[in-house]
Structure formats: structure tokens, C-alpha cells
């Protein structure tokens, strides 16, 4: 079946750190990877996304490379600011049916 | 113009009651989602809608009636409301046959249910 894991929260950072939220999955053919970001009372935006293998999806200085050996597709940023203190939450869909999977969501909280 | 917009944002009710929650999309898509969030941001899929035709229907008690007038609209009838069902509601889109295929989400409707 299709499942996304994505590392548990809560992640607290200090201002201009270094953010890695770690996310992998299963699934059956060659999913199209997120991620998504919600911002405290909004709803889920696109933040980036990857649709083969070695591509990497960028956006808002977040980074995130699709790895097939590992399947993983792991969101980094190399200096947060108290701005990203949202949920972040990777997700996957393939090419087969109209269900995109979600992982449980990241919380991040970065205090400066 | 808001792309996929929900009505009300806010929902406080009575155990028993019966509610519904409205979405619309202007984004000339054909696929619609209702999602709920809990308390722990765990999200949810409970239906979609292709062209107004119910392609996914996880398993979620019979009180909940999705409803679809045409392709830009997703409704969602809660009957006799239980304090369970307090969570996020979110309703989204996207578009079949595009690539990659994205998800447009809508602010939310929060339902409370004393």
C-alpha cells in the first residue's frame, strides 16, 4: 500500500538553525512527492514538490530531494526564522487513482 | 478571489444538532476532497468527488452525507452531531490529469460540538 512517515514532533529551534524534517515512503509505481506547510489557523499551502527521482523541489529557502534508493524526500532549510513556526506535513500521490497520503505532520516552533 | 473558499470558518453547536459546512472552487477543477483534522493536526481523509460522482469514501459513520451539486461544489451534512466529531474540516481540490496533480486547500471550518 501507499504510507507516508514523517518524523515526529514537536521540533523546537532557535532562530537561523538548521531545520530537517525527515519523511519516508511507500508506495506502489512513482509517486509525486510534497510537502505542505500550515501556518497557525490557515490552511495547508504547497510549499514544494518532486515528481522523479534526483529531482529536488525548492521554495522559500526549503530544500527537498527525491531519493528512490531510500525513499525518502526529506525537507531541509539551512537558517529557520521565527516566521516558519508552522505544521509541516509531507505528503505523496501516485499516478493511479485520486488519493494523495498524508504523513501525521511536524510541528515547528522556532523562537529567536 | 479565493480559490477554494468554506463557509462558516467557525461552527459551535449542540450535541444532536444537525450542521453542514459548504465549499466552492473557482479553480476550473473536477476533483474535490473533505479532510478532518484532529487536535493533533492528524489529517484525515473521509470523501472525494470527480465530476460530482463519489470516487472516495473512507470509512466514516453514516451521519456525515457528502453532497455534490456540480463540479465546483462539495457540501457536507453532519447529522446528529457528536462531541467526537469537534476537529478542522478541510475541503480541497485538484485536477485530474494534470502533472504532478496538486492539492489547493481551502482556510478550514472549525466545529465544536458541546
Known amino acids: 500500500g501507499n504510507s507516508v512517515t514523517q518524523m515526529e514532533g514537536p521540533v523546537t529551534l532557535s532562530e537561523e538553525a538548521f531545520l530537517t524534517i525527515n519523511c519516508t515512503y511507500t508506495?506502489?509505481?512513482?509517486?509525486?512527492l510534497f510537502w505542505y506547510v500550515q501556518y497557525p489557523g490557515e490552511g495547508l499551502q504547497l510549499l514544494l514538490k518532486?515528481?522523479?527521482?534526483?529531482d529536488k523541489g525548492s521554495n522559500k529557502g526549503f530544500e527537498a530531494t527525491y531519493r528512490k534508493e531510500t525513499t525518502s524526500f526529506h525537507l531541509e532549510k539551512g537558517s529557520v526564522q521565527v516566521s516558519d513556526s508552522a505544521v509541516y506535513f509531507c505528503?505523496?500521490?501516485?499516478?493511479?487513482?485520486?488519493?494523495?497520503?498524508f504523513g501525521t505532520g511536524t510541528s515547528l516552533t522556532v523562537i529567536p | 478571489d479565493t480559490a477554494v473558499s468554506q463557509t462558516p470558518k467557525y461552527l459551535v453547536t449542540q450535541m444532536g444538532n444537525d450542521k453542514s459546512i459548504k465549499c466552492e472552487q473557482n479553480l476550473g477543477h473536477d476533483t474535490m476532497y473533505w479532510y478532518k483534522q484532529d487536535s493533533k493536526k492528524f489529517l484525515k481523509i473521509m470523501f472525494s468527488y470527480n465530476n460530482k460522482e463519489l470516487i472516495i469514501n473512507e470509512t466514516v459513520p453514516n451521519r456525515f452525507s457528502p453532497k455534490s451539486p456540480d463540479k465546483a461544489h462539495l457540501n457536507l451534512h453532519i447529522n446528529s452531531l457528536e462531541l467526537g466529531d469537534s476537529a478542522v474540516y478541510f475541503c480541497?481540490?485538484?485536477?485530474?490529469?494534470?502533472?504532478?496533480?496538486?492539492?489547493?486547500f481551502g482556510a478550514g471550518s472549525r466545529l465544536t460540538v458541546l
Open positions: 518532486a515528481t522523479k527521482a534526483d
Open positions: 505528503a505523496l500521490k501516485t499516478n493511479t487513482g485520486n488519493q494523495f497520503y
Open positions: 508506495a506502489t509505481g512513482y509517486p509525486s
Open positions: 480541497a481540490s485538484s485536477q485530474e490529469g494534470l502533472f504532478p496533480n496538486v492539492l489547493t
